[in-house]
């Protein structure tokens, strides 16, 4: 993430336990020893958050019996839907590269250490 973010020039934060949304930005609050630090930040912007600033919500137990009893709504999509055109197919050029060692066992190990360093393996 911070690398990415460098690349594109995009503030981020990590370790980062409280959001806030405001406006064209955001105020992100990280825990120091002893208090909080608070960033604020132009969107878009990326943010590392800590354990338990997102923590799912399980549903009640009435909420999960009346979830039963209602209908599942099946719907038909059409798939030529969004204005989408294929532009280009493109194959690309075929390369090939062969590497060819003549000889047995222990007699071809030289030959095969030399290929190796051509490719900066070794």
Do not use: W
Not at 36 to 58: Q, S, W
């Amino acid at each position: 993430g911070v690398r990415v973010c460098h690349a594109l020039g995009r503030p981020i934060v990590n370790g980062i336990k409280g959001i806030e949304i405001e406006g064209s930005g955001v105020r992100a609050r990280r825990e120091i020893d002893g208090g909080f630090e608070v960033y604020e930040l132009d969107l878009p912007a990326a943010l590392g958050v800590k354990e338990g600033i997102n923590l799912p919500r399980y549903p009640t137990m009435r909420g999960r019996l009346a979830s039963k009893k209602l209908e599942i709504t099946t719907l038909e999509l059409d798939a030529g839907a969004g204005d989408q055109a294929l532009v280009r197919l493109h194959r690309p050029a075929e390369t090939v590269s062969q590497t060819a060692i003549l000889g047995d066992g222990p007699g071809a190990a030289p030959a095969a250490v030399d290929v190796l360093e051509e490719l900066g393996v070794l």
